[in-house]
């Protein structure tokens, strides 16, 4: 009796100790270090993270694992969590509420992940949160209270990310930083507070220009990691140092013009020049009546293209040239200039005045034929197998409304079609033309012919039906070819003696063929040597007979 109960204690401590060690995941390890149990799943396929771990876990390490985010309630079970690592994971999204019921997280380690962009105000529920580990991700901008409820932090590591541009409010609004400045800090025991921030492509313009300030000014006890901030960019600023660079305050741009009033003949090129000055650098930007339909035109490779090239003459400072070629009197009107940048935008307006040619033009002058009192663009804007898609911009000197002709001609025929519309950008549909065609087509104001320059030329697509015909002809050649190879040796010589010749039954079969679509009654199969001794006997299907194969016939049968 007493072996039976020594045995039953046995059970029941072994029992009490099992249930003492806490479940650890599949390939993962747990172990007991000096602040409390620890779990670690280096390299393992998890996929999500673990919804049911213990909250005896004082660090849970989870890297080189396919995680893609931190959903909302990940550590529901676990408020006396520490030490969270998630490194070089594939997390790209964190959710509002991943770090909900954390109240003991101490250090959040996220570094080599795909962070675009970081839910700041979750920190709110990690108010002992004293290590952010941010680097090697894809963060590119911080909002200016982006540290406001990190309030026990100090180490922040953004290194190696996006940054090109942060406001010097997200250092001056971040309540561990204020708490260093203040006048009595020296008589309280504080420590360091270290930021990391090398290493992104900064952007050194007016922007940045508080941040450089700040930087200069650091010191004890905030620590800069790597206090060589390098600029990336613009390309006057490349390479040189925070503590070098001298940035100057931003502005809005300012524009200016050689001449505001510009006063052409047709024909003549003319170019509009716009300077602006701005910081940061401006983006500057053409409208003008014909804007739209001559950057259409320009994308595919109209004769009216319009080029804009902007160029830097200098530090803030841009200059855009407009190219018109062989101005028309419909180019008259007003060029507006637009610069923008971060701060603001200004216009500047251009007037071109376009006046008629002279009667008589220099042998070298450029013009553009014009028909009548109107200006005619044409393309093809979409064309299929048997037809296109015709769009013109029409522009009339006078009020009234005009008409105009269309002809399409090609090699096999030729049509007019009048077209009765007004000026504008019209469009036009033609249809039933034969495909594979090459066609010309042709735009000229009422009765008047075509001149040069009114006419596009253009080639319709293939009929598909056709290629399809041939392909199914060839399909059938092929299958036909194997039956033939597999008709037996004896059918070949059953066919030597008939009394038909193969190439003649051949001949007749595809002279009637074209006829009607009734055949030979039999197809027989020769050698190649009865070509020459067998006639043949062809019916078309209308009571014709081959009379020369009649004849052959007869005297074979006199011979006999």
């Keep these: 009796m007493a072996s039976v109960f020594h045995h039953?204690?046995?059970v029941l401590v072994f029992l009490d100790t099992h249930a003492a060690q806490p479940f650890?995941?599949?390939g993962c390890t747990c172990s007991e270090e000096s602040f409390g149990r620890?779990?670690?799943?280096?390299?393992?396929?998890?996929?999500?993270?673990?919804?049911?771990?213990?909250?005896?876990?004082?660090q849970v390490r989870i890297e080189n694992s396919p995680l893609f985010e931190m959903p909302q309630g990940s550590f529901i079970n676990m408020s006396t969590l520490e030490y969270l690592w998630l490194n070089f994971n594939n997390i790209s999204v964190i959710h509002l509420g991943a770090l909900e019921h954390l109240p003991e997280l101490r250090e959040?380690?996220?570094?080599?992940?795909?962070?675009?962009?970081?839910?700041w105000t979750a920190f709110r529920a990690t108010p002992l949160l004293r290590v952010l580990d941010l680097k090697r991700n894809k963060i590119d901008a911080l909002p200016e209270l982006a540290l406001q409820f990190l309030v026990s932090l100090t180490y922040l590591d953004l290194s190696s990310n996006r940054l090109t541009v942060v406001s010097r409010s997200v250092f001056l609004n971040w309540p561990a930083y204020l708490k260093r400045r203040q006048p009595d800090c020296g008589a309280r025991i504080l420590?360091?507070?270290?930021?990391?921030?090398?290493?992104?492509?900064?952007?050194?313009?007016?922007?940045?220009?508080?941040?450089?300030?700040?930087?200069?000014?650091?010191?004890?006890?905030?620590?800069?990691?790597?206090s060589y901030l390098i600029c990336r960019g613009p390309l006057s600023k490349a390479g040189q140092l925070f503590h070098e660079t001298e940035l100057s305050t931003c502005m809005k741009p300012q524009i200016s013009t050689p001449s505001a009033n510009v006063t052409i003949r047709v024909g003549q090129n003319v170019t509009l020049r716009c300077l602006a000055q701005a910081s940061p650098s401006p983006s500057i930007a053409w409208t003008y009546p014909l804007s739209m339909w001559r950057e259409f035109d320009g994308l595919l490779g109209g004769k009216h293209l319009t080029p804009v090239?902007?160029?830097?003459?200098?530090?803030?400072?841009?200059?855009s040239e407009l190219a018109i070629s062989a101005a028309h009197l419909v180019d008259s009107g007003n060029y507006t200039c637009m610069a923008s940048n971060s701060i603001g935008k200004s216009t500047l307006v251009i007037s071109l005045h376009v006046q008629p040619a002279q009667a008589l033009h220099a042998?070298?002058?450029?013009?553009?034929?014009?028909?009548?009192?109107?200006?005619?663009?044409?393309?093809?804007?979409?064309?299929?197998?048997?037809?296109?898609?015709?769009?013109?911009?029409?522009?009339?000197?006078?009020?009234?409304?005009?008409?105009?002709?269309?002809h399409i001609a090609s090699d096999e025929a030729f049509r007019k079609e009048v077209v009765h519309i007004g000026p504008g950008i019209n469009t036009y549909a033609v249809d039933n033309l034969l495909p594979g065609t090459k066609y010309k087509a042709c735009l000229s104001l009422e009765d008047q012919p075509p001149h040069q320059g009114q006419c596009v030329v253009f080639v319709t697509g293939r009929d598909g039906g056709g290629l399809e015909a041939r392909e199914r002809l060839l399909h059938v050649t092929v299958v036909l070819c194997v039956v033939l190879l597999a008709v037996p040796v004896g059918a070949y010589a059953w066919?030597?003696?008939?009394?038909?010749?193969?190439?003649?039954?051949?001949?007749?079969?595809?002279l009637h063929c074209r006829k009607a679509p009734s055949c030979p009654p039999a197809a027989p199969q020769c050698r190649d040597g009865s070509f020459r001794e067998h006639p043949a006997v062809c019916d078309d299907g209308e009571g014709h007979i081959d009379t020369e194969g009649d004849k052959e016939k007869e005297r074979i049968e006199e011979n006999s």
Excluded: M
Aim: charged share 20%; glycine share 6%.
């Design 38 to 58: 620890t779990l670690q799943c280096i390299s393992v396929s998890l996929g999500k993270i673990p919804g049911n771990l213990s909250e005896e876990f004082k």
């Design 309 to 319: 090239l902007t160029s830097s003459t200098g530090e803030d400072t841009a200059l």
């Design 495 to 510: 066919a030597a003696q008939g009394p038909c010749s193969c190439s003649k039954w051949v001949l007749c079969y595809c």
């Design 191 to 226: 420590s360091s507070l270290v930021v990391a921030l090398h290493d992104n492509p900064w952007v050194c313009d007016c922007r940045l220009r508080g941040l450089v300030q700040f930087v200069k000014s650091i010191t004890l006890p905030v620590i800069l990691v790597n």
């Design 8 to 10: 039953f204690l046995l």
């Design 24 to 26: 650890c995941l599949p």
């Design 363 to 406: 042998p070298d002058s450029l013009s553009i034929p014009s028909e009548g009192n109107a200006y005619i663009d044409l393309r093809v804007v979409k064309q299929t197998v048997h037809g296109i898609l015709l769009e013109w911009l029409a522009v009339a000197d006078t009020s009234e409304e005009e008409w105009f002709t269309l």
């Design 108 to 119: 959040l380690r996220l570094e080599g992940n795909r962070l675009r962009s970081v839910p």
